[in-house]
Every structure is written in structure tokens, then in C-alpha cells.
């Protein structure tokens, strides 16, 4: 009877335990990060025209890109992915998308920082230009031999 008794609360306890590693599993949202991490957060460390581009590595490393016209502006980005609810299938969502933007004089001081958040991205308008592509154009050669190929293949 005793025996019974503790097997009957101690399978009723490791219900319990299994029951709050599920319900912890389940409130905790998985990320994906890519870029730096709390990025507002780090440039507010950043004080203009105090800090130098030394500092800037110290603080963020090196940077995801460096301005096309100019080299003393240089680029962060974070952002921030998390999967969706059930009804939407699980698909990523994205939580966050910030880019810094830093300016520096020609002494390697800090000028201007600017941070755009998910909100001022919508607002970006992108330019629809088409480059065009002198690598990918087919010499003489090619476009002849690709022609004999086709003719040989299609007899078969």
C-alpha cells in the first residue's frame, strides 16, 4: 500500500516536471540574428566629433560596407528574423532591420551617425536601372558552337 502510494505521487511529479519544460520551451521565441547585435544600444556609446574610426572598430569591427561615392561613410546593419505563429506556417518574420550609417572627416573623426530603422526602410526608393552585363555576352566562338550543339542534339 505504501509502495503504491509514493510510485502514484511520483509519477504525478515527473508529469509536473515535464509539463513546465514544455510550457517553457513554448514562450521562448527563437532568433536569428545577422549583423550586429543591439545596435542602437552600441551607437549610443558613439560620441560626434569625439570619436574616431579606431573607436568605431572597437565598439562594432569592421564594416558591413563602405559607401560607393564616399569611403569616410561607412555602413552596419542588424537584423533580426523570428518564425511566425502556426496559422502563418512557421514562416520567418522579420523583427528588426536597422541600419547605421557613419560619416567621418577626412581626419577619421566622427562627423554624423544616423540610424534608419524597419520603418524608414519602406520609405527608401530604389532605383530601376538595369546594368547591363558586358561579362555574361557570348564571344563569336561560343554562340557558334552552342548552335552546332543544339542542331547536333535535336536530330537525335
Known sequence: MIMYFRTKHIN????????????????????????????????????????NKNDVIKI???????????DNEWIYIERVLSKGEYHKLGQNI???????????NKYGVLVDKK?????????????????AN???????VEKFLSSVRSKMYKNK
Open 12 to 51: 504525478k511529479l515527473l508529469l509536473f516536471f515535464y509539463f513546465l519544460i514544455l510550457i517553457n520551451c513554448q514562450f521562448q521565441e527563437s532568433y536569428k540574428n545577422h549583423g550586429i547585435v543591439f545596435l542602437e544600444n552600441r551607437s549610443n556609446k558613439l560620441v560626434l566629433n569625439t570619436s
Open 134 to 140: 558586358e561579362l555574361s555576352k557570348k564571344s563569336f
Open 60 to 70: 562594432f569591427g569592421e564594416p558591413h560596407t563602405v559607401s560607393f561615392k564616399n
Open 115 to 131: 540610424i534608419l530603422y524597419k520603418r524608414d526602410l519602406q520609405k527608401v526608393k530604389f532605383s530601376t536601372d538595369k546594368t
Open 94 to 104: 522579420l523583427k528588426t532591420n536597422n541600419v547605421l550609417i557613419l560619416s567621418f
